[in-house]
């Protein structure tokens, strides 16, 4: 590239790139620096050649951080040929790179007046409205995409994900259906479908398609990812935990997957190996707030709540203004019998979210423990007027009354607890036990 300097005939006659352009612009042969590009992009401007103008602002837009040079190549061949809808629409494109959506769509607009029936400035445009959360107005430019072009993947690729954004899931399956016709080769679209069907609720069908995908392609770790996923919705805990295996084969590097591996063992009760996969998690990503929570969890499941409280004591640093994370830690302490150093902690939870209903609830079981009754009882209260369907805190407040020998409004508590969740068998019990205080 750096011969270019040394024809000098390119700046004197105006229209000889053009002759060049197979010797000059032929930017894929090799790597150009971006100085080197910017100094040809200079030349051109200053000599006016709209085709080879086009062509460096079409290879700037395909460039990382170089949009703005090429609107500015685009620019100067509008300046030359307004109706030069493909550089409206390559300018569109640009736009669209910087997150100036507005802009792109005057752009796509401007090239579909000099040519409106071309497909891919119609595909163009809808993806402008699709990547500006537009998705109901990006369905109808890809639509007309497609009546121009049937055989356009592209357009049925973007209409099905428009329509997954508006979880409309079946007419998504409906798009990728039709691209796999068109490209019965591409694992992605496998995947694609059974990632719908996955949405959907569908995991049966999903896995079908999973293995499809991983039929035309064994290394496609997403396939085998949310395969896992789909088998652990299944609740066949046996054969996700194979499909991680597999993933993390893949993608030893992603802690996402070291995380639903240790999520999982959670879910089977394997606390141990959970923790083992949690700190794995952790290793890669000590920022990831998740996996601290969960390793928390598992140790709580433990009875290890020292160890769970420093979990939740990391989430906290990672994430101070999450009163749910407080709520855990006061909810250790109140475990570990620590009552007052837990109260401390749910009142946090509630100065962060003061309608937060179950660190009241909370609360009031510490208060009660320390003996308390009429601030228990505003604790119940304050829990059942944010949440009216907190049976724990009807329940609650009914043991209490009847502890205190209000037998009679200790039944309507239990009642309504009873009403809201007919399994709560600790309102059961208590419920049965004050109809027998009653009658003795």
Known sequence: MNNLEGHSLIIEKKGLINIMHGNYLKISKYTPSSSELDWLKDV?????????????????SNIKNKCHESIECIDKV?????????AWNIKGVSLDNLGEYDDALINFSEALKIEPKNFRFNNNKGFSLYLAGKYEDSIEWFDKSIESNSEYEISWINKGNSLEKLEKYGEAIKCFEKVIQ???????????????????????????????????????????????FAF???????????????AIDLNPDDHNLYYRKAYLLLLMGK?????????KTIELDSEYEFSWINKGFAFTKLGEYEEAIKCFEEAIDLNPIDSRLY???????????KYEDSIEWFDKAIELDSEYDIPWTDKGVALEKLG???????????????NPKNDLALNNKGFLLLMHENVVDSIKNFEKALEINPNNTLAFNNLTMAILKLNI
């Open 44 to 60: 051109l401007i200053e000599i006016g050649d709209e085709i080879a103008l086009y062509i460096l602002g079409t290879v700037f």
């Open 78 to 86: 509008l300046e030359i040929n307004p109706l030069n809808s493909n």
């Open 182 to 228: 068109l490209r019965p080769d591409d694992f992605r679209l496998y995947y694609e479908k059974g990632y719908l069907l996955l949405l959907s609720k569908k995991y049966e069908d999903s896995i079908e398609w999973f293995d499809k995908s991983i039929e035309l392609d064994s290394e496609y770790g997403l396939a085998w990812t949310n395969k896992g």
């Open 232 to 246: 652990g919705k299944l609740e066949k805990y046996e054969e996700a935990l194979e499909c991680f295996d597999k």
């Open 271 to 279: 606390y141990e190996d959970s923790i083992e996969w949690f700190d």
């Open 327 to 337: 709520r855990e830690k006061g909810y250790l302490l109140l475990l570990s019998e």
């Open 372 to 386: 308390g009754y009429n601030e228990v009882i505003e604790c119940y209260d304050k829990a059942i007027a944010i």
